[in-house]
């Protein structure tokens, strides 16, 4: 069993910056896709970023050219670089594994291996 562990989340202004990190034990990246999913309050948890095995990164459209996705050379790590925040970016994000084929890489139901979330809150 693979287990995912996220940090980074805070409480920041609109327009601030944050990094998000995904950590597990082993290479799990090296086999899996990584994805970054977040959910707000009464809301269903909703895609925001996949980086494949390949390296290729995908994106929800209310996140480009503000989100990257990244992963660390050794492959237990992937991070969401989160820059010029709103206040409509607040949820709890999680990261997970999948191993989806592309037309499905935004499903969160592919998606297995689940952290347990960290918060992140833009308010002024």
């Known amino acids: 069993q693979v287990q995912l562990v996220e940090s980074g989340g805070g409480l920041v202004q609109p327009g601030d910056s944050l990094r998000l990190s995904c950590v597990t034990s082993g290479s799990a990246f090296r086999s899996y896709t990584g994805g970054w999913f977040r959910q707000a309050p009464g809301k269903e948890r909703e895609f925001v970023a996949a980086i494949r095995t390949s390296g290729h990164t995908y994106y929800e459209d209310s996140v480009k050219g503000r989100f990257t996705i990244s992963r660390g050379n050794d492959r237990n790590s992937i991070y969401l670089q989160m820059d010029t925040l709103k206040p409509e970016d607040t949820a709890t994000y999680y990261c997970?594994?999948?191993?989806?084929?592309?037309?499905?890489?935004?499903?969160?139901?592919?998606?297995?291996?689940w952290g347990q979330g960290t918060q992140v809150t833009v308010s002024s």
């Open positions: 997970a594994t999948s191993r989806a084929i592309l037309s499905a890489i935004r499903d969160a139901s592919m998606y297995f291996n």
